[in-house]
């Protein structure tokens, strides 16, 4: 008898850790985006306006997604990159490309030492913080 309740125990415990990885490994997190001028990502124009920008896990890589009212307007790969200090607010980071047209090349939020990098460029474009 000792044995069927053991291993019903043993069954609970996997089980439950199991359920804690999964939910460690869907850590989803969720920002803000002002974007002053029209800027491209990944293909997709944004106009000026509020978004919101979700990712889910803690990185380097992640999927950027970027939303208006609910509705994703445009989603690209990037790398969550650690920064010297916490910025002082929430930022787009854009670089003008070789057609003319801006793109947002990074996204920094207030209080937080990381940005999410859309391409390496914005490690190249410190005065592109807009």
Known sequence: MRFPLFSRFLLLAMGGLLAMGAYAAGVSHKGNLHI???VEVNGKQLS???YTVTWDGEGPDVTLHIARERKE???A???VVS???KSSDDAA???NNPSGKRDLTGVRFAGKAFELDLNG???MAGDGVK
């Open 83 to 85: 920064l010297s200090e």
């Open 48 to 50: 000026a306006g509020d």
């Open 93 to 95: 980071v854009v670089m």
């Open 121 to 123: 460029a914005s490690q």
């Open 36 to 38: 002053s001028d029209p």
């Open 73 to 75: 307007i445009a989603a």
């Open 77 to 79: 790969p990037a790398k």
